[in-house]
């Protein structure tokens, strides 16, 4: 099974949502995707605190959030019995009343709903519908069959595509960003400033370079995930252990705030020369 990709659809779709404030706190994933990276994702892009597209990857929520180790993140399991037991639900709906430790929302995820008996799911049910507005929910069935119709019901559905797993994973890096990945990976002084140059004068477009350094942003925060142990898409794998191999985490950092900051800059009627010029010269200072 491929791992959840911030290029599948539901990504784009909880990304969207997250943007506009509108993500809902009970998510349904169903279909042969991973469910629990999706989840994983969202939860993220619930607790994030970074500036611009969320889940941004970087900032200290997301991190820990993608680490697995955010005190506001809990994964619902019951390791002593073949179902979640009652009980362990119970409990979660009266944790679910105590604010959040540290980040913006209480998250639960359900990895299998298909560990939930039809009275763990009517004791939900309340929560989910009533529950204080800090609390979400994110449950994960390939087949939706197995929630009941009035908890699904309460749920925005995501459908996720199944993966190949015959094939290569996501998409390929556009050759502009791989090109700027292979430029700061290297670490040589000026080359930022060179490519910069360079695409100014093939009268880049604002749209090209938005493309440009979303995709940059992407291998560099797969970089970093792999950091944390993370195996990144075997489409982008080389150029990921690349970027990972030769900086530093604090670079890897620094870099995608850099390209979520000047990313931004696209939105506003502001040429690529002058973004490629400002991207560059901030680009330097940090290798």
């Excluded at 087949?143 to 009035?150: G, K, P, S």
């Excluded at 700061?184 to 370079?209: I, N, P």
């Excluded at 985490?249 to 490629?276: D, F, M, W």
Aim: charged content about 25%.
């Amino acid at each position: 099974m491929a791992p959840f990709s911030p290029a599948d659809p539901a990504a784009v779709r909880i990304r969207e949502a997250a943007a506009r404030g509108t993500l809902s706190h009970a998510l349904l994933f169903t279909g042969s995707g991973d469910l629990a990276g999706a989840a994983q994702y969202t939860a993220a892009a619930l607790e994030c605190r970074g500036e611009g597209a969320k889940p941004c990857g970087v900032c200290p929520a997301c991190r820990k959030v993608l680490a697995g180790i955010h005190p506001d993140v809990a994964t619902v399991r019951d390791e002593a019995h073949k179902n979640i037991a009652v009980d362990v639900v119970r409990s979660l709906r009266a944790d679910a009343y105590i604010r959040p430790n540290e980040g913006r929302r209480k998250v639960y995820i359900f990895p299998d709903c298909g560990l939930l008996t039809e009275q763990d799911q009517n004791v939900l049910l309340k929560i989910v519908e009533e529950g204080p507005p800090y609390a979400a929910f994110l449950f994960c069935a390939e087949n939706a069959a197995v929630v009941l119709q009035t908890l699904r019901s309460r749920c925005v559905e995501l459908k996720l595509r199944p993966g190949a797993p015959d094939s290569a994973d996501g998409e390929p890096l556009p050759e502009a960003a791989e090109n700027l990945c292979r430029v700061l990976g290297s670490k040589k002084r000026g080359a930022a400033a060179e490519l910069a140059v360079r695409l100014e004068k093939k009268r880049m477009t604002r749209e090209d370079l938005s493309a440009m350094l979303e995709g940059c942003r992407e291998a560099f925060s797969a970089a970093l995930l792999s950091l944390y142990g993370q195996q990144p898409e075997e489409i982008r794998r080389e150029t990921v252990s690349f970027l990972a191999k030769n900086l530093t985490k604090s670079q890897i950092v620094r870099t995608i705030e850099l390209l979520q900051k000047y990313r931004g800059e696209c939105a506003y009627n502001v040429g690529p020369g002058h973004v490629l010029g400002a991207l560059a010269v901030e680009l330097e200072d940090i290798f």
